[in-house]
């Protein structure tokens, strides 16, 4: 980690972080950063990635850095990318890349977020139905029913019984 220093000032100094993030190659080396350094370390890359929090998440490569993040970051920055989700939740739930982002939150968030945000999917038929049809969409049943638990897989099933364009997407996606 003290070895990779030079590639976060370089990026401080120099780069676009978002750019990068949303590069072919340049995504999996601050996925790297964000894995292999200290939170300490790498602070000021997650706060400038949180500044760019719907530009790298919606897009083909930035959701991976994203997914990454939430996976090594510290409570302070936790609460801000949590506040971030749920601001963020619809435009993220239209888009093939930031439903990605909401199924990582789903599984590898802490479980009162997870609680928090699997309560804001379900308050709207229409983004389960969007988020059900998009290329994440087994990943994200499955990862929202792990979190809802009985109450919540109870509301899922009257969802459907009321939609019945999310009973056809998921009947189709078990084909």
């Known amino acids: 980690p003290s070895m990779s220093q030079f590639i976060i000032d370089e990026i401080l100094q120099d780069g676009d972080l978002i750019a990068l993030s949303r590069h072919k190659f340049g995504c999996r080396i601050i996925q790297r950063l964000l894995e292999k350094c200290p939170s300490e370390q790498v602070h000021d890359l997650i706060e400038l990635l949180l500044a760019g929090f719907l530009l790298v998440s919606t897009h083909a490569y930035g959701q991976f850095v994203m997914q990454s993040l939430l996976q090594n970051i510290d409570e302070k920055q936790r ?69 809802v638990g009985d109450a919540g897989c109870h509301r899922l099933c009257t969802l459907l019984q009321e939609n019945p364009k999310l009973e056809a997407v998921l009947q189709q996606r078990s084909q």
């Open 79 to 147: 609460i801000l990318l949590v506040d971030l989700l749920e601001q963020h939740l619809t435009e993220l739930a239209l888009q093939a890349h930031g439903c990605a982002v909401i199924c990582a939150a789903l599984r590898y968030g802490d479980p009162v977020d997870r609680g928090i945000l699997a309560e804001m999917v379900l308050e709207d038929s229409d983004r389960i139905v969007c988020m059900a049809d998009s290329r994440h969409g087994e990943t994200f049943i499955a990862n929202l029913l792990d979190v």
